[in-house]
């Protein structure tokens, strides 16, 4: 709830300005943003790197892609293979947490019935040795993950098959230029909508979901982290990674515009839109995380890593 804060302050004074200030050169110039730096030679240079940098944001984005295709396809299975701890498990996989649970009053761990912990409002102490079977099937199925970075593992072929589709759709809207992507857009801007609306309604009716989201923005929201310098940091960096600025791939599509195109209206709503969604997407995910929470006996705080999903 603490971070919305400097969110909107960056969206408002780095965000928005620097999206209306690409949008109007591409479409002014109507030149990619290598040819755009003719107008100062000397930062031809930023126009190389904002390619360098969308071609290798490109690649990790279509392997994310490629998990997702996976995912997909994996879930069409009339059992969820991660629901629950098969054979590619080992001992500290359970499913849930059990009847009983460890938890500290006046001081001293005691272990009580978990519904009486729900009941007071307490928190079970957090098991370090149990993993929930969706981070391990993450772990030993999709990534067939190796011990290290010294040790490169096998080629997964499921996931190389997956990476070629996702390299295949990109291609495949490409294939015209902006007409194709265009047209293409008109799904991919709308259709996750429609996922993060029924994630949204189905996170809000797990147990533990209320948690989450007091977590996300309520009583548990820590004001405090305003005084945090990294706070801000990590707000402003968000902003620029959602909005893209910087990239050259605003100018790049602006450059197609009209010369007369309104693009200081559609900075405004872009950018707008483009947070409330981040907005509403905390509260679809904050929900879910309240829920596995409740179910592996943990915090929100604990569920949480910086970065990722700890047990997915």
């Keep these: 709830?603490?971070?919305?804060?400097?969110?909107?302050?960056?969206?408002?004074?780095?965000?928005?300005?620097?999206?209306?200030?690409?949008?109007?050169?591409?479409?002014?110039?109507?030149?990619?943003?290598?040819?755009?730096?003719?107008?100062?030679?000397?930062?031809?240079?930023?126009?190389?790197?904002?390619?360098?940098?969308?071609?290798?944001?490109?690649?990790?984005?279509?392997?994310?892609?490629?998990?997702?295709?996976?995912?997909?396809?994996?879930?069409?299975?009339?059992?969820?293979?991660?629901?629950?701890?098969?054979?590619?498990?080992?001992?500290?996989?359970?499913?849930?947490?059990?009847?009983?649970?460890?938890?500290?009053?006046?001081?001293?761990?005691?272990?009580?019935?978990?519904?009486?912990?729900?009941?007071?409002?307490?928190?079970?102490?957090?098991?370090?040795?149990?993993?929930l079977p969706s981070k391990q099937y993450w772990e030993k199925v999709t990534l067939q993950q190796s011990s290290g970075l010294d040790e490169t593992g096998k080629v997964v072929w499921y996931l190389v098959l997956c990476l070629l589709l996702a390299w295949i759709i990109t291609v495949a809207s490409l294939s015209k230029g902006i007409q194709?992507?265009?047209?293409?857009?008109?799904?991919?801007?709308?259709?996750?909508?429609?996922?993060?609306?029924?994630?949204?309604?189905?996170?809000?009716?797990?147990?533990?979901?209320?948690?989450?989201?007091?977590?996300y923005i309520g009583q548990q929201s820590d004001i405090s982290k305003l005084a945090d310098g990294e706070v801000w940091r990590d707000a402003a960096t968000q902003i620029f990674y959602s909005l893209s600025v910087a990239w050259g791939g605003l100018i790049a599509l602006s450059s197609?515009?009209?010369?007369?195109n309104n693009c200081y209206l559609d900075s405004i709503v872009v950018c707008v839109i483009n947070c409330l969604t981040s907005v509403l997407a905390g509260f679809a995910i904050f929900s879910i995380l309240g829920h596995m929470a409740f179910v592996s006996g943990k915090k929100v705080s604990q569920v949480v890593e910086e970065g990722k999903i700890v047990i997915n």
């Design 1 to 131: 709830g603490a971070f919305l804060i400097p969110y909107t302050i960056m969206l408002a004074f780095a965000g928005l300005p620097m999206f209306f200030l690409e949008c109007s050169i591409g479409q002014f110039a109507s030149l990619g943003p290598i040819a755009v730096w003719r107008i100062v030679p000397l930062f031809q240079g930023v126009g190389v790197t904002m390619v360098l940098i969308s071609g290798m944001v490109s690649i990790y984005y279509n392997v994310i892609v490629a998990y997702s295709l996976y995912y997909l396809f994996a879930s069409f299975n009339s059992y969820l293979p991660w629901a629950e701890c098969f054979h590619w498990a080992d001992s500290k996989c359970r499913n849930e947490i059990s009847g009983f649970c460890n938890v500290t009053i006046n001081n001293a761990m005691v272990t009580v019935n978990v519904s009486w912990v729900n009941a007071n409002n307490l928190t079970c102490i957090a098991d370090e040795n149990s993993e």
């Design 256 to 260: 197609y515009n009209k010369f007369s």
């Design 180 to 215: 194709s992507s265009g047209k293409v857009v008109y799904f991919t801007a709308l259709f996750p909508y429609v996922v993060l609306i029924i994630l949204l309604i189905r996170g809000a009716t797990l147990e533990g979901a209320r948690d989450g989201i007091e977590y």
